[in-house]
């Protein structure tokens, strides 16, 4: 510190000597000594006092930076200017201040430019969709890599045509106007809080103008300690079809869970893992973390960290095993999200997946209603709405078990929502499979669509509909608009930039139909938040239900029992 300290009043000194030298000069004054030696002595005690300038970095230096050394000599300006005024003129003071200022921040700027110039050869080109904070982070980062900033897009028509740092601010046309002729290497989208609806219309608009896109994380996962251009990522289908609801209600989430022990089944699953995520983020004091996967429960297990959990290696059909948990545990909450989901394998294992997804969710509600739990929050599926496979008939009897269960002393409430981005078994791991593989992607269908959300979001919706919830009620997540499967696949071949490789039709596999819905019919009602609707009521008389539900898993012919159960169901085997 003594070293930059020296150094700091040496420069104090010989610039004061040169800038009190030329404005005696263009004043036609004889030099004073005196008066230059005394107000050398007070800069040097102003930059030793006032916010530590002598320690300000100059190989570092910022805006603030030269702001602050500005403060400091104006602040030791206002100490002598009364001493000296009525000796030399107060114009001649303030000229020689100015002259100082500028002559300092220069120094510093030229030393801050010699010292960071890149020696990195510019190679390739980048230009940077955002001119806000962000992007001008992004552009001061990049000029020690291999890219040069040729441009930013903005759609602020004010800045275009202006230039920050001497990059040129553009619009969208100008741009496709100068790479009609020649991609540009990459393109960044520095827009962080900007919604996957405008990242999606930014990247339909511009990539054939590009070899490769790339995004900053959301505000929410940009990390503050890294630098924006480390954390820069390829942009994913994920980023092109998440949707993130306007009204979620953070406060009423937090109120739901924090201070309570929760217990989720199928708590390594994608569903289940997150929502013990999201647990924790909201402040749950205990978690208990049941799931038959060893595997998924130890994944989980490891992740979480810094609240009391308990892992528990258990199956929601094995009800003495369920109800020694819930003896030692006594759950404030239990959430729902065992099941077997994936449609072909359960076509293929009916008994197995009846007894896990019916006798289990069965015995889950049962046993939470025995033991007092406060609310009991079952996940759901759209293919429940008039189903044409086994899954899908499962779960309605699941909904129908928890809506009619009601009213015991636990709430409980059902959330249906569609398929969830990037969940274990879902298309986009598979058809990422097939293209890292350079292989064709199988679709079943031209014309099959389906409804899709970021799991994160869904999980977040699922608490919130938990918290709102009464009892009974059958809650519906928003989806947004079906997307074509088709489309999606095209999409990801387009992502990946690899050629050659092209879209197979398989045929529908059983059980599987073109469209999934939400609602069975429109009697639908609204909740304070429109992302979240309640299904109308399917009265079923409970005892007849268990009367059922025995049957199902004892009969012989299970699909007749299951029509009997749900009569909308459609059993296609295609």
């Known amino acids: 510190m003594l070293d930059k300290r020296i150094l700091n009043f040496l420069v104090i000194l010989l610039l004061t000597f040169s800038t009190f030298w030329w404005t005696f000069f263009i004043f036609h004054i004889p030099f004073d000594i005196k008066l230059v030696i005394g107000i050398i002595f007070i800069r040097m005690i102003a930059s030793r006092l006032i916010y530590r300038d002598y320690s300000l970095s100059w190989s570092k230096a910022s805006q603030k930076t030269f702001l602050l050394k500005s403060l400091v000599y104006i602040s030791a300006f206002f100490v002598y200017a009364p001493f000296f005024y009525q000796y030399i003129e107060i114009s001649f003071l303030v000229s020689e201040l100015f002259l100082y200022i500028f002559s300092i921040n220069f120094i510093m700027y030229v030393y801050y430019y010699l010292r960071n110039k890149s020696k990195v050869k510019k190679t390739k080109s980048v230009i940077i969709y955002g001119a806000g904070k962000a992007g001008i982070k992004l552009e001061s980062e990049m000029s020690d890599s291999q890219y040069k900033v040729r441009f930013f897009i903005d759609d602020d028509k004010i800045l275009q045509n202006r230039s920050i740092d001497s990059v040129k601010v553009i619009s969208k046309i100008k741009l496709k106007e100068y790479a009609k002729d020649k991609k540009s290497d990459l393109l960044v989208i520095a827009m962080p809080s900007v919604s996957s609806q405008r990242i999606k219309e930014i990247y339909e608009d511009l990539s054939v103008y590009f070899k490769e896109i790339k995004i900053l994380p959301s505000i929410s996962e940009i990390l503050a300690s890294k630098d924006f251009s480390a954390q820069l990522k390829e942009i994913s289908i994920e980023d092109l079809l998440a949707r993130h609801p306007k009204d979620l209600d ?325």
């Not at 269908?445 to 938990?466: K, N, S, W």
């Not at 049957?551 to 009569?567: A, G, R, S, Y």
């Open 250 to 574: 953070k406060s009423k989430i937090s109120t739901f869970v924090k201070d309570k022990t929760i217990l989720v089944t199928g708590a390594g699953g994608s569903i289940g893992s997150e929502i013990c995520r999201q647990c924790q983020l909201f402040g749950a004091t205990k978690l208990i973390l049941l799931d038959h996967s060893e595997f998924n429960l130890y994944s989980i297990l490891e992740e979480i960290q810094g609240i009391e959990v308990v892992a528990i290696m258990q199956s929601v059909v094995n009800l003495d095993a369920l109800e020694s948990t819930f003896t030692q545990h006594t759950p404030d909450i239990v959430i729902h999200a065992a099941a077997y989901k994936h449609v072909p394998l359960v076509e293929a294992n009916i008994s197995d997946a009846i007894m896990n997804n019916v006798m289990g969710t069965k015995n889950i509600i049962d046993i939470s209603i025995k033991h007092g739990v406060q609310k009991f929050v079952m996940i759901s599926t759209d293919k429940a709405v008039r189903p044409t496979n086994v899954m899908g008939t499962t779960k309605r009897i699941c909904e129908l078990y928890a809506q009619n269960s009601n009213g015991k002393g636990t709430d409980i409430v059902a959330v249906r929502f569609g398929n969830v981005l990037g969940s274990s078994g879902s298309v986009i791991p598979k058809f990422q499979s097939q293209i890292d593989k350079g292989d064709n992607i199988t679709v079943t269908h031209p014309d099959i669509t389906r409804y899709f959300m970021l799991i994160p979001e869904a999980c977040e919706l699922v608490l919130q509909a938990g918290a709102i919830g009464t009892g009974g009620e059958i809650f519906i997540l928003d989806m947004g608009e079906p997307i074509k499967i088709v489309d999606l696949a095209q999409k990801m071949i387009d992502l990946s930039a690899k050629e050659n490789i092209e879209i197979e039709f398989s045929g529908l596999r059983p059980g599987e139909k073109l469209y999934e819905e939400l609602l069975i019919d429109d009697s639908d009602v609204k909740t304070e938040y429109e992302s979240i609707t309640v299904a109308s009521a399917t009265p079923y008389s409970i005892d007849k239900l268990n009367d059922d539900i025995q049957e199902l898993i004892t009969c012989e012919n299970k699909l007749e029992k299951l029509k009997e159960i749900v009569p909308e169901f459609n059993h296609q085997l295609n």
